[in-house]
């Protein structure tokens, strides 16, 4: 009796409905998912740097979030992973000078953005920018989101399967 290869996990899309994760089983089973995305995202990265990525993040929170804090500091981060949970993050750091405090925000983004395609980056850059204004993940954050990038849902459903495909590659 033959013995099936076990069933990959969907760690990354866990919360989605039982038909879409079928349906993507189905597609990792053919061996298509990594082709598929490679079609739907042919365009290299462009960001590949601190330096070029400030300007590219700068861009998008004048054009969307004028009022919104600027950020002190913009990075990739070599520290951020998937195995943190965490493609970004935003964080406020508070510092004490004479008698005033004083708040900086940073914006940090996993360096395996500088190997994705552009619009994986854009979704994480402006998931991070809206929460200058959103600190929660609610309705009025993913209006933000959706606004800055229309097609930010579908986007991060990607970025889901491109994870997925990357953890099975490095099998």
């Known amino acids: 009796m033959s013995q099936l290869p076990p069933e990959p996990t969907l760690k990354y899309l866990a919360h989605y409905p039982a038909d879409v994760l079928e349906q993507v089983r189905e597609v ?3 061996g298509e998912l990594g082709q598929r995305l490679a079609k739907r995202y042919p365009k290299a990265p462009e960001v ?12 998008l929170k004048n054009a969307y979030l004028k009022t919104s804090p600027t ?21 406020a750091i ?16 996993s360096s395996l953005f500088k190997q994705t395609p552009p619009e994986f980056l ?18 009025a954050f993913y209006a933000l989101c959706c606004h800055q990038e229309p097609n930010y849902h579908q986007y991060e459903f ?13 099998r």
């Not at 330096?51 to 590219?56: G, I, K």
């Not at 508070?94 to 940090?108: D, F, I, N, T, W």
């Not at 990607?158 to 490095?170: E, N």
């Open 28 to 30: 990792i089973a053919t």
């Open 94 to 109: 508070s510092r004490v000078q004479g008698q005033k405090l004083k708040a900086k925000v940073e914006l940090r983004i």
């Open 48 to 59: 590949t740097t601190d330096h070029a990525l400030h300007p590219y993040v700068m861009a």
């Open 158 to 170: 990607d970025l889901r399967l491109y994870l997925t495909h990357r953890d099975l590659s490095a």
């Open 71 to 91: 950020p002190h500091r913009i990075c990739f981060d070599d520290k951020l992973s998937t195995l943190h949970r965490s493609l970004g993050q935003h964080v």
């Open 122 to 139: 854009k979704m994480v850059v402006v998931h991070e920018l809206a929460h200058l204004r959103e600190r929660e993940h609610n309705k």
